[in-house]
């Protein structure tokens, strides 16, 4: 009799077992959380800020194109504004006290930080991410970014994404090779911005090894990691660029505010430029509105 009802035992705590399973994949589709979104789990050692790139078929350009949008923010200075600075230049320069501001309205509002890897990975393979995610990106390798914004991203627990013009490395003003080094050894990630942020929709033959190859290379020396990350110098880009990123190993792209690519939405994510000119709630109906 014992052996008749253990195989019906069994079937019931399976049954249970994907009742609850089911349960728990349900998720909130308000505006500001993405679908296949749950808490972060640290296990072996993997948390949030180190899962690693997934690997496996790609979910088809469709299928990624139909998942809720996860808000990309792009920062370039953040300093106060002096009487030089013009009324174009000023909607890329964050006042420090308003990015600080900004900084705690994300955590007070329960945004978490995610890196390319996780949005890789939620994207092509529809993995889970923290709730209420969102992503932090700097362009341009301005020094303020270590001296302002690295110890405001600590303070929250933040995480960022740091997109770098080789050019500028060491130059007065500009982040430092050592610099880049640490933000990279402290968990944030390192992309490509081109060596020099020339158009990269008038690249030809040796443009990208001298926009591309070359400064992927110095940056995977500086880090001692894989540069898998690129940002289109303004946000510019064409259906051309993308086969010669593929190539070179980058495995996603990130564009500003505009459509994106059909084919090939892996790289042509969106990012909206964090401007100057918005205070936090501006800045919050933003992220909101645009995603």
């Known amino acids: 009799m014992i052996k008749k009802l253990i195989p019906?035992?069994?079937?019931?705590?399976?049954?249970?077992?994907?009742?609850?399973?089911?349960?728990?994949?349900?998720?909130n589709s308000d505006s500001l959380e993405v679908q296949g979104v749950d808490e972060p789990v640290a296990q072996d050692g993997i948390t949030e800020e180190n899962v690693p790139q997934q690997k496996g078929k790609i979910a088809s350009a469709a299928e990624i194109l139909a998942r809720p949008q996860v808000p990309v923010l792009c920062y370039h200075q953040i300093r106060n504004w002096i009487a030089s600075d013009g009324k174009v230049g000023r909607d890329y320069i964050v006042p420090t006290a308003e990015f600080k501001s900004q900084m705690k309205m994300l955590a007070d509002s329960g945004y978490n930080t995610v890196l390319p890897d996780q949005l890789y990975n939620y994207l092509a393979y529809g993995a889970k991410l923290p709730k209420k995610p969102i992503m932090l990106t700097f362009d341009d390798t301005k020094l303020d970014q270590w001296t302002v914004a690295m110890p405001e991203l600590k303070k929250y627990g933040f995480k960022g994404v740091f997109f770098i013009m080789t050019v500028s490395l060491g130059r007065p003003n500009y982040l430092s090779r050592e610099q880049v080094?640490?933000?990279s050894d402290a968990g944030h990630v390192i992309g490509s911005h081109t060596y020099d942020h020339q158009n990269v929709k008038k690249y030809q033959g040796e443009d990208w090894v001298t926009q591309i190859?070359?400064?992927?290379k110095t940056l995977q020396e500086v880090t001692g990691k894989d540069i898998k990350y690129?940002?289109?110098?303004f946000g510019l880009w064409n259906k051309e660029a993308i086969p010669e990123l593929k190539k070179r190993g980058f495995s996603s792209a990130y564009i500003l505010a505009e459509k994106r690519d059909e084919n090939d939405p892996l790289f042509t994510i969106r990012r909206i430029i964090a401007s100057g000119y918005w205070n936090t709630k501006t800045l919050h109906n933003s992220i909101v509105k645009s995603f």
């Open 8 to 27: 019906l035992f069994l079937s019931a705590v399976v049954l249970i077992s994907a009742c609850q399973s089911n349960s728990k994949s349900k998720t």
């Open 181 to 183: 080094k640490k933000m």
């Open 213 to 216: 190859e070359k400064p992927t």
């Open 230 to 233: 690129f940002a289109y110098p």
